[in-house]
Antibody, heavy 121, light 110 residues
């Protein structure tokens, strides 16, 4: 059974940093592209970043470029999101999601339950 | 402002049919496959339709998808109370090099 379990969320002050993790199991992790998708309270889905199986292809939404860094450790079946210079508008539930086989452009066929990030002083 | 445009809400009675539209542009829907996601209250999104009209294993045939030009449509027949959810369209945007979503449509089963 495919499982994606996020961790690392919490309350953080504006300008500070936070690192999210996603532990994957139930599938061959290094066969798939992975993503972070967020959802602000009461709002819609927003894709944040995606990374190909070998970290060769990485993309970000414009609003986080230069502040967030996605990475993965295939040996540990884990996905990460390093978030620096956090802003109030980064407050959201952050989901880890797997792309269908075929790269970062493929839709998301499995999602975690999310980890909540709150940016506030 | 979302890259893809969906109606904020739709409603219909149980047993009826409803459609949800998703409008984009030549750089996203016009060039790439469309997917649809269902988000039940308090839960993570679930893939409903991919590659415009394909259903993952376990998704009932009551759910269907289509695409024409720069627009796509999700159809749900035989509406059930359990279909009350938010529905999102998504695709890849070639110009942005990004996955993009619609703003979401809240389905109410009257």
């Amino acid at each position: 059974e495919v499982q994606l379990v996020e961790s690392g969320g919490g309350l953080v002050q504006p300008g500070r940093s936070l690192r999210l993790s996603c532990a994957a199991s139930g599938f061959t992790f290094d066969d798939y592209a992975m993503h972070w998708v967020r959802q602000a309270p009461g709002k819609g889905l927003e894709w944040v970043s995606g990374i190909d199986w070998d970290s060769d292809n990485i993309d970000y939404v414009a609003s986080v470029k230069g502040r967030f860094t996605i990475s993965r450790d295939n040996a540990k079946n884990s996905l990460y999101l390093q978030m620096n210079s956090l802003r109030a508008e980064d407050t959201a539930l952050y989901y880890c999601a797997r792309s269908q086989f075929g790269g970062v452009k493929r839709p998301f066929d499995y999602w975690g339950q999310g980890t909540l990030v709150t940016v506030s002083s | 402002q979302s890259v893809l445009t969906q109606p904020p809400s739709v409603s219909a009675a149980p047993g009826q049919k409803v459609t949800i539209s998703c409008s984009g542009s030549s750089s996203n829907i016009g060039k790439n496959f469309v997917s649809w996601y269902q988000q039940l209250p308090g839960t993570a999104p679930k893939l409903l339709i991919y590659d415009n009209n394909k259903r993952p294993s376990g998704i009932p045939a009551r759910f269907s998808g289509s695409k024409s030009g720069t627009s796509a449509t999700l159809g749900i027949t035989g509406l059930q109370n359990g279909d009350e959810a938010d529905y999102y369209c998504g695709t890849w945007d070639t110009s942005l090099s990004a996955q993009v979503f619609g703003g979401g449509t809240k389905l109410t089963v009257l």
